[in-house]
């Protein structure tokens, strides 16, 4: 299957082609990087080192199409929506990591990307109703079937595979939820900002986007259309100065509060039984950033709070991986027919 990556010398694209360039299943045809077009792949990247040395390319839709028949897009949001149409109309299938089609109402996404929606006048209103929200483990035969799949981001990602079963089957209050996400500074992208200077988050932790936080809404808008009621939940993201790396606390209240923590546990192994990479801990056991970095697993601990009904969820996760392109490779794995964890066996670097 030959597959384009635009948007290659991102952070997302540059894990994306070390996941994908050996990879028997999928041949890398394209490369699209508008700052870096004319340079040869190996001459920048030399340490991701690809055998056919591709020339990275201006992103073009034509070309696009002639070498592949997926193109996976790894672009700043708003950017994706100017070239999905038309690479939809050619007979592509997208895969898109941005968040421009991870809303079903495209009005939403102009209210909660304001800025992005002054900048790129959108009117893909159909596109952003017919595409699938690219959460692996829980819309397997969406994606399956889809054209356009929506990757989630890695907050979302983090929050809502320990929270869907418990809302889901009604275990858990849908009001009161919280979420405590912290998050490794590779997630605010490769282009130079100074809040992710070494000398401004290096030995500190720092909390961002209170309340109105972007990711919140995708959160929201998820876990309400998936439990049907809705949900709205307090989010806070914390910047700590690891690269790589998520941990995410969230709390909330038992609507059963004789149950234990090992029926809680007991339900999420039963949801997550089929997926390899979802690894439920036992009770007492907490996880660390530092076991899933370079894999796509996804490692979830939780306790009961028996003096007050509360169950508290903790999950890590590699945000470049589980929370990015290894989510978009499971998707790549799905619309091509294979199964959804082929190719994604990654060694953990420890310690």
Known sequence: MNVSIVGATGYGGIQLISLLKSNPNYKITFLGGNKTAGARWNDIFPFVNLQNNLLIEEINTNKIAEKSEIALLSLPSGISSTITPTLIEKGLKVIDLSADYRYKSLDRWKEIYSKES??????????????TYGLSEINQDAITNSRLIA???????????????FLTQGIIDNDGISVDSKSGTSGGGRDPK????????GEGISAYGLINHRHTSEIEDILSSISGNEIELIFTPHLIPIVRGMFTTIYCRLKDPGLTSEDCKTLLESYYRKYLNIKILPVGVYPSTKW???????YISLN??????????????????????GQALQNLNLISGLDINEGIEFTNIYP
């Open 118 to 131: 002054n900048i790129f006048k959108r009117n893909d209103y159909e596109l952003c109703e017919e595409a």
């Open 151 to 165: 990757c989630p981001g890695c907050y979302p990602t983090s929050t809502l595979i320990p929270l869907i079963p």
């Open 194 to 201: 100074q809040d992710l200077l070494l000398a401004e988050c």
């Open 292 to 298: 899933v970095r370079n894999t796509n697993d996804m």
């Open 304 to 325: 009961v709070d028996k003096r007050n009904g509360r169950l508290v969820i903790l999950s890590v996760l590699d945000n470049l991986i589980k929370g990015q392109a």
